[in-house]
């Protein structure tokens, strides 16, 4: 059974920084599609980071290209999700997925984590 566990949220001033992690287990995901998505309060889950099976490709969504940093950690089965110079309008529930792919992106994940809420206070 894959599980994916969020850890790392909490309330941050704007320009602040923080770190997400996913700790992943049942699976690798050195074989695996991972991806970070959000979902603000009254809006649909967006994914804002993905990183391929090998790591050699990564997507951010224009929200938070040149803020955000996906990467990952094999050894650890871990993904992270580092979030610089964050915006109020960066506050939502964050929550790790994984799909049992070697593309490069797929629309559709196969397991999702429970979440972490991010609040970006101005």
């Known amino acids: 059974q894959v599980q994916l566990v969020e850890s790392g949220g909490g309330l941050v001033q704007v320009g602040g920084s923080l770190r997400l992690s996913c700790a992943a287990s049942?699976?690798?995901?050195?074989?695996?599609?991972m991806g970070w998505s959000r979902q603000a309060p009254g809006k649909e889950r967006e994914i804002v980071a993905t990183?391929?099976?090998?790591?050699?490709?990564?997507y951010y969504s224009d929200y938070v290209k040149c803020r955000f940093t996906i990467a990952k950690d094999n050894a650890k089965n871990t993904v992270y999700l580092q979030m610089n110079s964050l915006k109020p309008e960066d506050t939502a529930v964050y929550y790790c997925?994984?799909?049992?792919?070697?593309?490069?992106?797929?629309?559709?994940?196969?397991?999702w984590g429970q979440g972490t809420q991010v609040t970006v206070s101005s």
């Open positions: 997925a994984l799909s049992k792919t070697l593309r490069d992106s797929n629309p559709n994940y196969d397991y």
């Open positions: 049942g699976r690798t995901i050195g074989s695996s599609l």
């Open positions: 990183i391929n099976w090998n790591g050699f490709r990564t």
